[in-house]
């Protein structure tokens, strides 16, 4: 039995593959047999980057409790316990546990459906085991296994590079390194950075080209991954728009409610009532400040909107990032994948004659056409030779549709992959190609020729050396004049300032490849062939989505690790760059003060080749000019700023596990467009918890009203306590959620981002309130006062006042479905849940007037069918007040759009 391996902790770099083998009892040939690859799992635990803390149901639940809302209830329900009043207490607090159960119900739901997500992507890898290769998900890698890696593959641990043909590793998630890095197999010294060890493959990154072996040196914490998002587990996260409006909302109420308490105490034992009375109605008013609808409405909402987006794309990880989200004023972007396909297409040719020939089709899909000047490409001027050497002097390949992908996919890198799908649009097969003129030598890629030659025979042994690169270094091979020359490079450039990727490619005939002359060999016998021009294509929705933004107050910023130039012409294209704006990359970054950057902020609309540092510091100049930031990220470099941002948005399909748990939000699509559409639910939340908040504190503010006029004018309470409490919790609580469900009305995305320091109570609902409340305090006292000089019944008529109360609540949650439209042209069909709502309320209502267990609770007799016309006309006063001012809005804003 092998015997426990040493802990991962030597300069693996530093060592031979030989050497690392030893230290970790490993076989570099048959890797390590099952059983010791069982062991070890159970000894160094699963391959996995560390998860946040998971919150137990009870951990949730008493979180719920955290508010100076929740806290106010609980004091109230004391004081009705204190005095006896046990049905009372209970009621209270059942309002609040119910809260609760809701809150950490759907906190609950959220983070299953992260974890969800993470199963999905759940990697696999491939390991030799016991001389067997095999496929396993990366959880199960240990110290010891033998990766078998391929171009393609992502890498699941830090391993040893053992066995190295020409791997190139994308390392941009870890190093932010936007190119592949070339890899060997040679022992490097003790002192060398992360980003040089050339010998060694880390986890979150992938082969985009060659093949080896590796030797697994470290997994989960002890990766490199690990230990940057162990740092990012410590981030701070800042509080978000909704919870700082609570807060400071819930202060407030505290300083207003102990005040009406007092108040209302006061004016009663003035008046000489007996003090358990008043002392019970004060309670019962201190809970009317208190809208006791407002936690659970606001959850719901959260929830409600929580559900919404994950039907269109987007897992939210935290309730209130929803609204966060719909707060959102700037949005920065990530170019590839998210604003683009993330799919490398070629879309223009030239040719050295000058013919420019337009390519059709997007994506890997070898479907498409040639074009010239409108119709098809007629072969005459090197197109054959052309796209011959785009397919052959090329390493990628090509994976067709299958059960598990219905699209081609690349193998290798995009650049040539995309060179592999122009030949094949031009009718060529490069497995046929490759049998014709099979590859017999070589001189690979390297950033310093900025070029790549292959070497080709057929049958009947005529030889050809094909190359592509970089346009200038292809053309210091040519034989061109300096005119020629200088004709070329324009085309180069005119087509670079198009967003294309530009290559040149060339063949030189007759000719034998000399692996070892180099380059030099080919100088001035290189035949330029042409110019071939690709583009990662913008996504066809984004566009509609960046107009729908800016018109919704919202800017689009990019944020890329692609060249400046590129990145400000898809800018461009999409509408994120205006004729004024600029691009600025990393360096120029570095240079500029902080005062400059964010005086430059409104002018710049791409962030090139920036590091994940710079990235923190782009989102807290906007945050310093009171911007509520939304970030992108994949990467694992990108969880700091994702962290920091005000609403971290991670990638679904291409995010790391690190980029995703920093994050608040989860697009499932990767689309800018359906970050969009999370900003309208977002939108559409808060502006359904500002109704409820409207129609909770103008009836509120109505009963205190009622009682007040009552108190000072020397007229008996017109309402008993227990009928105060019905009205808070049964009355309001049978509209309050179901105003939450209320649809878009369609202007969303046409309103301004709510700012930052926006109070919950802002002018807008004041004026509002300052309307409904006199309204309906006019219309329940005024009836109060009529019936009771008419002679009728006290009971009688403290029924009909609460039952006058009560309606007016009905047409006022109608008043506030809109803030212009009226509800007479709404109606309750628009929202089937209220009108279940109000239907619920009238039967409650029904209830507690006529049944006779009911009538001695709370205090109330039946009421005459007779006394309804009267009632309904009465309450219905603050309606047509609410009309009439919508009416003088619209008129008013149809003027301003004449």
């Known amino acids: 039995m092998a015997t426990e391996p040493e802990k991962p902790g030597p300069n693996w770099h530093a060592l031979d593959g030989h050497a690392a083998s030893e230290l970790l009892q490993s076989d570099l040939r048959k890797g390590l047999s099952r059983e010791e690859a069982a062991r070890r799992l159970a000894a160094y635990g699963e391959n996995a980057l560390p998860e946040a803390e998971k919150r137990s149901l009870v951990r949730l639940f008493f979180s719920q409790f955290q508010s100076p809302l929740i806290y106010i209830l609980f004091i109230a329900a004391a004081l009705a316990m204190l005095l006896g009043k046990h049905g009372d207490a209970l009621v209270i607090l059942a309002v609040v546990f119910v809260n609760a159960i809701i809150g950490a119900v759907q906190e609950g739901r959220a983070e299953r459906s992260m974890a969800a997500l993470q199963r999905l992507a759940a990697l696999r890898v491939r390991v030799i085991r016991d001389g067997v290769e095999q496929t396993i998900e990366s959880r199960q890698l240990v110290p010891g296994d033998l990766l078998a890696l391929a171009a393609g593959d992502a890498v699941g641990a830090d391993a040893r590079l053992i066995e190295s043909f020409s791997v190139e590793s994308g390392e941009a998630s870890l190093t932010g390194e936007s190119l592949p890095v070339a890899k060997t197999t040679g022992v490097l010294p003790d002192s060398t950075l992360l980003a040089d060890r050339a010998n060694m493959v880390f986890s979150g990154t992938h082969l985009t080209a060659g093949r080896g072996r590796a030797l697994v040196v470290a997994t989960g914490l002890a990766t490199e991954v690990g230990k940057i998002a162990s740092l990012t587990t410590s981030a701070e996260e800042p509080d978000t728009p909704l919870q700082i409006r609570i807060a400071q909302f819930g202060r407030y109420l505290v300083a207003a409610a102990l005040a009406m308490f007092v108040i209302v105490l006061g004016l009663g034992l003035m008046r000489g009532l007996p003090f358990t009375d008043i002392f019970m109605v004060a309670v019962s008013q201190m809970v009317s400040m208190v809208p006791e609808g407002l936690p659970v409405a606001m959850t719901i909402a959260l929830a409600v909107g929580m559900q919404r987006m994950a039907a269109r794309g987007t897992i939210v990880r935290r309730l209130a990032a929803v609204e966060t989200l719909g707060s959102t004023s700037v949005i920065c972007s990530d170019k590839t994948g998210t604003l683009t396909r993330n799919e490398m297409t070629v879309t223009t040719v030239w040719l050295p004659d000058g013919r420019t020939l337009s390519v059709t089709g997007s994506g890997y899909a070898p479907e498409g056409e040639l074009l010239e000047n409108g119709g098809l490409a007629v072969d005459g001027g090197g197109i054959r030779d052309l796209l011959e050497a785009a397919a052959l002097c090329n390493d990628a390949r090509l ?500």
């Open 399 to 898: 994976v067709p549709p299958d059960r598990e992908d219905s699209r081609w996919r690349p193998l290798g890198d995009p650049t040539e992959a995309a060179l592999l799908t122009l030949a094949m649009k031009g009718g060529f097969d490069p497995d046929t190609l490759n049998r014709h003129w099979p590859r017999w030598g070589e001189i690979p890629f390297d950033s310093a020729s900025k070029m790549m030659a292959t070497g080709h025979v057929d049958e009947n042994g005529s030889h050809r050396v094909f190359l592509k690169g970089a346009p200038e270094a292809l053309l210091g091979l040519c034989s061109l004049d300096g005119a020629q020359r200088r004709r070329v490079l324009k085309q180069a450039e005119s087509m670079a300032g198009q967003a294309l990727r530009v290559l040149a490619i060339g063949m030189v005939p007759d000719t034998e490849l000399d692996p070892d002359a180099g380059f030099r060999q080919f100088h001035g016998k290189l035949t330029l062939l042409g110019l071939v021009g690709q583009m990662d294509p913008p996504r066809e929705e984004v566009k509609a989505a960046v107009a729908e933004c800016q018109a919704a107050g919202i800017r689009p910023v990019m944020v890329t690790g692609d060249h400046k130039t590129t990145g400000l012409a898809i800018a461009r294209l999409l509408g994120i760059a205006k004729e004024n704006d600029r691009a600025v990359d990393g360096w120029e970054l570095e240079q500029m003060p902080e005062q400059e950057l964010r005086r430059d902020l409104d002018h710049i609309a791409v962030f090139a080749r920036v590091y994940p540092a710079q990235k923190l510091r782009i989102v807290e100049a906007f945050q310093s000019r009171r911007q509520v930031v939304a970030m992108t990220g994949d990467g694992v470099n990108d969880a700091p700023a994702l962290a920091r941002a005000d609403v971290g948005v991670a990638m679904g399909i291409t995010g790391t596990e690190v980029a995703k748990s920093a994050a608040r939000i989860v697009i499932s699509d990767d689309n800018f467009s359906t970050i969009v559409k999370a900003v309208e639910e977002g939108r559409l939340v808060y502006r359904n918890l500002k109704k409820v908040i409207l129609y909770l504190f103008a009836t509120s503010m109505a009963e205190i009203a009622v009682l007040m006029l009552a108190l000072l004018l020397g007229y008996p309470l017109p309402l008993a306590a227990v009928q105060i409490l019905w009205i808070n919790i049964i009355t309001e609580g049978t509209v309050t959620v179901n105003l939450i469900m209320e649809p878009p009305e369609g202007d969303e995305m046409r309103r301004r981002p709510v700012p930052m320091g926006e109070p919950l109570l802002n002018k807008a609902l004041l004026k509002r309130i300052v309307l409904m409340t006199p309204a309906m305090a006019l219309s329940t006292f005024g009836f109060f006062v009529w019936r009771l000089s008419s002679g009728v019944p006290f009971e009688l008529v403290q029924t009909e006042t609460f039952t006058v109360l009560a309606v007016c609540q009905w047409f006022n949650v109608l008043n506030c479905e809109s803030e212009t439209r009226s509800s007479l042209s709404l109606g309750l069909i628009r929202n089937k849940w209220l009108l279940g709502g109000v239907s619920l309320g009238i039967l409650l209502q029904v209830a507690v007037v006529y049944l006779p267990s009911l009538n001695t609770l709370f205090h109330t007799t039946p009421i005459p069918a007779g006394d309804y016309p009267v009632i309904i006309a009465a309450a219905s006063l603050v309606l047509w007040i609410e009309e009439i001012r919508k009416f003088l809005v619209r008129r008013k804003l149809a003027r301003a759009g004449a």
